[in-house]
């Protein structure tokens, strides 16, 4: 039954006449501009375009990288904006590599080719609604926040369009390679939905000052040589995170470890109370 907006109170109509702080819109505005971005990724594969398409679907990955940053730098946080963020990922993160992958190789595999693809974006969307459920989890250990559990939306994505960067390379586009690269898709979309401890970097990382120049430096040389040999570069960090996730796994074993000794030895010093008698 429809509520009449005259019902609410007096106090309804000044909250909704109230100015929202430009603080505020400024990160929701940039995911917005991530969908765009996302969305015309999937206009220009249609068109076959297909290396303007991926730069897209980088520029969206990009704008979802600071948006939740500048909302907290601006103090400009929302629970709009949370669910905005997620609304965009499953878009930019989900359906628009889906739909290049296809568009650019999967089609050769057939129906398989096509299955792989709602695998990989029906993955996409698991994988959001479990990183939203685990955020509102009040028993969550505060140190498991240094890891995911399975493989980020964006970083899932970046790695499934590894076959279009090899592709741009000369990889040829074929039956073989069409069938290698559905399963490859099925492979990033169990990835996404594992138990695999994944390292964020969200948290604060402190970095030695014998090691501030050289990282600049490493930074520096890593995006000259992403405008110089994008393709390559791209191709290079999806295999290079790939031989990451065993390491990073690894080390939240040990990490789960040495917190379990640690609340152990906790509980053990904690006084004993009085004996009754």
């Known amino acids: 039954m429809d509520v009449d907006p005259q019902a609410e109170g007096p106090g309804s109509r000044g909250r909704s006449l109230r100015g929202i702080p430009l603080r505020v819109l400024v990160p929701n505005l940039m995911t917005v501009l991530a969908i765009c971005a996302g969305l015309t990724g999937v206009r220009l ?19 979802d990288a600071v948006d939740g940053r500048i909302a907290r730098m601006l103090k400009g946080t929302s629970n709009f904006g949370a669910q905005m963020d997620s609304l965009a990922d499953i878009v930019n993160f989900g359906a628009a590599p889906a739909l290049l992958l296809y568009a650019y190789m999967l089609d050769g595999a057939g129906a398989f080719g096509w299955i792989a693809a709602l695998l990989f974006a029906i993955a996409c969307c698991l994988r959001l609604a ?58 990033v979309a169990l990835l996404m939905v594992s138990q695999l401890p994944v390292y964020s970097g969200k948290t604060g990382i402190r970095v030695r000052r014998d090691l501030v120049m050289p990282l600049m430096l490493g930074i520096v040389l890593y995006v000259a040589l992403f405008f110089s040999f994008s393709w390559e570069t791209m191709a290079a960090s999806a295999i290079a995170y790939l031989i990451f996730l065993p390491f990073s796994a690894v080390a939240y074993k040990r990490r789960e470890k040495v917190e379990a000794a640690r609340l152990e030895a906790a509980l053990q010093e904690e006084p004993k109370g009085e004996e009754d008698f």
């Open 45 to 63: 594969a249609f068109e076959g375009r297909f290396e303007l398409a991926v730069t897209m679907v980088l520029v969206a990955a990009l704008l």
């Open 130 to 187: 479990r990183f939203n459920v685990m955020l509102e989890d009040p028993n969550r250990p505060a140190w498991k926040a240094d890891y995911f559990v399975g493989v980020p939306a964006p970083a899932g994505a970046l790695l499934v369009l590894l076959p279009l960067y090899l592709g741009f390379l000369g990889m040829p586009r074929n039956e073989v390679t069409a069938f290698c690269a559905s399963a490859y898709s099925v492979v």
